[in-house]
Every structure is written in structure tokens, then in C-alpha cells.
């Protein structure tokens, strides 16, 4: 302490210049010094703990889709029809439980580090108040002893002269300042000891319930995978039969893909004729216009939508939302995905989907995920099929029992596209949801918000 005091030029300066006082009061370098410095702030470096509050944050999300699909399995176990929903349903929550037992270890190793910096900072300030307290005590004894000379009027008015007496006015008013200013840090010295000891109080309550969480979790965990077992035994009992039905699915599946793909172009078409129109009605102002105009006068000859300029912008705005826009139903399972594959349960059979299919509870509705206006709402095959274009962009919502808006309407995002119909094959209420640019489909995991 006494090497910091003699290289800090400031601190010696003014324990100098209150030695020259010949008033007979004695203040060591040291005292004073830490009266004017060790009344900063201490500065613990505590985590800020947004890192902690997104893992929680995450995990109350897993667990909401945990519970979600534990709904979708109960109402799975006594259709006998939905043995290859079931299965699908058990690898999403498999898949969920293996999630959240990540998330509790990263939780538990964050509430480590927590605790382990908890624990320096509490070592810190101990010592830091022990300091703190030696040498107020000391500073407190000098003063008792000097009593006498510390009344403020005696010492300002025995100065020699006005300049004197100024500097002992200001000096005095230091001391004074410099006292009331480490008993108030002693005081907050304390308190963030008290709370940084009922910080490690909290870490580890909230440390032993997440491992009894975590307990819980890979025992379902455990469960699932034997129930999937099961459930993998009895589709392959039943493989034949599973393979004639989901081939027989996979068929009407493509005819409906075909009359969809049909619809998107069509759309097109349309949509390039009423701009065509439109550019031939008006005088064309540039000759960047007349080239637009030339390019849709045979519509149906291009696989491009020609965008107006609310359109450019709306299309705009669709890309840049990818992959943040919001699934087309509240709650729901993934329980076929996007491509082409071998069934996991029956690898006989060839897999080609467009898009994703979201099996939901009775009573389900679908949404739009973006803004946009509905171009068709059509019957296939005894479905009902919703689209809706986003400039470039068309999203499709097949499989609706009905439609709750109409051609030309305006739609915002998550409005009310219709209600979820039951599948005629397993008995279940799925949504299938596509994404097409232009004449194209697209993959929406990519596009829409992380579950």
C-alpha cells in the first residue's frame, strides 16, 4: 500500500501539503489514501446472466412441445390406424427429451461457472472488507486522539493567514467527505456480500432441482425409446399390409401435388395476364416498362411471376423473414418431412413430399404465416386447398376440413387460414403445408422459425 501511495502524485501532493499545516494533526499516507480510494465502486465482473436466461428460455419452449406431442401420442394409442403417426410422433418426442437433457447439462454447467465466480467475488470482497474496515478503525483512533483539533471552526480560524485558511476549509471538507464515503462503501461492501451469499443459496437449490430434472427426463427418455422398440416390432409384423396403404396414400399424394403444381401455374399465368393487360391499357413511360409489357404479353410462356412494385416489396419482405416466419399451425408434430426418402417404418416405401405434413389435435386451425393475398381456395380430391402469394412467393395449406376466407382476400400474418381436416388413412387431423417460389417448391424447414 505504501509503494501505491508514493507513486500516485497526487496522493503524495496532498498528504504533503496537509502535513505543512502546523496544527498538530496526524494522518498517515496510507489512512488517507484509502479514504479517497477505496470509496470507488467495486466492480464485481458478475456474468450478466443473459446466457442463463436463454437456456431457460429454450427449455420452456422444448417442454411446451414436449407436452404438445405427449397429447398427440395419447390420442394415437387407441387408432389402430395411426401406427406410423405414432412412430413418428415417438422420434419427435425422443428427439425433444434428447434436447432438453442437453439444455439441463448446459444449465448445470452454467450454474457452475456462476457459482465458481460467486464464490472469487465473495473471497474478494471479504478480504476487500477487511481492508476496509482496518483501516477505518485506524482513521477513526487518529481522530479521537487529534479530537481537540478537529473542531472545524478552531481549525479554520487559527490559520495563519486567508490563503491558509481556504486550503484548511477545503481540506477539511476532503476528510470529512473522504470518512462519510468509506463507512457508506463498508455499508454497500456488505450488502453485496449478503447477496452474493444468497446468490450461491439460490444456485444450488436451483442446481438440485434441475438434476432431479434431469433424472426425470432421461427416465422418459428411456421409456420412449422402449415404447419406439415396441412400436417398430409391430409395424414390422404389419409391413405388408403398412406398405399397400402408404403406397396407396403416396398415390393420391401426387395427384394431388400435380393439381397444385397446375394451380401455381395457372396462377401465374393469370397474374402475368392481368399485369400485360394493365401495361397495354397504359401508355408505357420508359422504355424499361415497354420491355416489362413485352415480356408478359404471352403469360403463360414464362414460369416468373412480373411483380408490381407493392409486390417487389412485400416479396422483399418475405425473404427476409426466412427462416424466423411462424409455423402455419399453434401446436402441432412434424410427422412426415420434406423430400424424397425411404419411410423410416417401411422402407419398401418411396417417400416424395413437397412439403411438410403437421399432425394437430380436433379443432385445429391453419394460419397464414406471412402476409399475403389468397389467389385460390380450391376443392382436390375432397380437400380443401388455401393458397396465398407473398410477390414470388405462394405458401399452401392442404388438408383443411374448410376455408375461412375467400379469392382476393387480404391476409396477415397468423390470420385464420381454415380448419384442420382428418386424414382419411390414419384418422388424424394433419395439415400439410408447402412453399413454392414461383413454379418451384421449396423446403420449408428452411423458411420457417426453429421449434
Given at each position: ?23 498538530g494533526?496526524?494522518?498517515?499516507a496510507?489512512s ?12 464485481t ?6 446466457s ?6 429454450d427449455?420452456?419452449?422444448?417442454e411446451t412441445d ?13 387408432n389402430?390406424?395411426a401406427?406410423?403417426q405414432?412412430a ?24 457452475d461457472?456462476?457459482?465458481e ?17 482496518a ?13 481537540r ?15 491558509q ?13 473522504s ?7 463498508i ?10 451469499n444468497?446468490e ?19 427416465k ?11 412400436n ?7 409391413s ?11 398415390q ?19 397474374a ?16 424499361g416498362e ?6 408478359s ?29 411462424p ?9 412426415s ?17 413437397h412439403?411438410i ?18 389467389t ?9 386447398v388455401?393458397?396465398v ?17 375467400k ?16 386424414s ?24 420457417l422459425?426453429r421449434?
Amino acid at each position: 500500500m505504501e509503494k501505491i501511495v508514493n507513486n500516485c502524485y497526487f496522493c503524495q501532493n496532498i498528504v504533503i501539503r496537509m502535513r505543512s499545516l502546523h496544527f498538530g494533526f496526524k494522518i498517515t499516507a496510507i489512512s488517507f489514501f484509502l479514504l479517497l480510494c477505496l470509496a470507488v465502486p467495486l466492480h464485481t465482473g458478475a456474468q450478466s446472466g443473459k446466457s442463463s436466461a436463454q437456456l431457460k428460455k429454450d427449455r420452456q419452449k422444448i417442454e411446451t412441445d414436449i407436452a404438445n406431442t405427449q397429447k398427440l401420442l395419447k390420442k394415437t394409442e387407441s387408432n389402430q390406424k395411426a401406427a406410423v403417426q405414432q412412430a413418428a410422433l415417438l422420434r419427435q418426442q425422443i428427439s425433444n427429451r434428447e434436447k432438453i437433457i442437453t439444455n439441463l447439462n448446459s444449465q448445470i454447467i452454467q450454474m457452475d461457472d456462476e457459482q465458481e465466480q460467486n464464490e472469487k467475488e465473495i473471497k474478494q470482497l471479504q478480504k476487500r472488507l477487511s481492508y476496509m474496515k482496518a483501516d477505518y478503525a485506524q482513521v477513526v483512533y487518529n481522530a479521537y486522539r487529534n479530537r481537540r483539533l478537529l473542531d472545524k471552526v478552531t481549525f479554520i480560524l487559527s490559520a495563519e493567514d486567508f490563503s491558509q485558511m481556504f486550503r484548511r476549509m477545503r481540506y477539511y471538507n476532503i476528510f470529512s467527505k473522504s470518512i462519510k464515503e468509506q463507512s457508506e462503501q463498508i455499508s454497500k461492501t456488505s450488502e453485496e456480500l449478503a447477496r452474493k451469499n444468497e446468490e450461491i443459496v439460490e444456485l444450488r437449490n436451483d442446481k438440485l432441482n434441475t438434476l432431479s430434472t434431469k433424472e426425470k427426463e432421461i427416465k422418459n427418455l428411456e421409456s420412449d425409446r422402449r415404447k419406439k422398440t415396441r412400436n417398430a416390432e409391430q409395424l414390422k409384423k404389419e409391413s405388408q399390409k403398412l406398405s399397400a396403404e402408404l403406397k396407396q396414400k403416396q398415390q393420391k399424394r401426387k395427384e394431388i401435388d400435380a393439381a397444385i403444381q397446375k394451380a401455381v401455374k395457372d396462377e401465374i399465368a393469370r397474374a402475368n395476364a392481368a399485369r400485360s393487360k394493365s401495361a397495354k391499357s397504359s401508355s408505357p413511360k420508359s422504355s424499361g416498362e415497354t420491355t416489362a409489357a413485352a415480356s408478359s404479353s404471352n403469360p403463360r410462356a414464362t414460369t416468373s411471376i412480373t411483380m408490381t412494385p407493392e409486390e417487389k416489396s412485400l416479396n422483399t419482405s418475405f425473404v427476409n423473414n426466412k427462416g424466423k416466419l411462424p409455423w402455419p399451425v399453434a401446436k402441432g408434430a412434424k410427422v412426415s418431412d420434406f423430400g424424397n426418402y425411404s419411410h423410416p417404418d417401411v422402407p419398401s416405401v418411396q417417400i416424395e413430399n413437397h412439403g411438410i405434413d403437421i399432425m394437430v389435435e380436433s379443432g385445429a386451425t391453419a394460419r397464414a404465416v406471412f402476409d399475403g393475398v389468397v389467389t385460390s381456395v380450391m376443392n382436390i380430391m375432397g380437400t380443401t386447398v388455401v393458397m396465398v402469394r407473398h410477390g414470388e412467393y405462394l405458401t399452401v395449406y392442404q388438408n383443411l376440413a374448410n376455408a375461412r376466407v375467400k379469392k382476393g382476400d387480404k391476409v396477415s400474418t397468423k390470420e385464420t387460414i381454415g380448419t384442420v381436416a382428418k386424414s382419411a388413412t390414419s384418422n388424424t387431423y394433419e395439415l400439410h403445408f408447402e412453399i413454392w417460389k414461383n413454379d418451384r417448391y421449396v423446403n420449408p424447414n428452411e423458411w420457417l422459425a426453429r421449434r
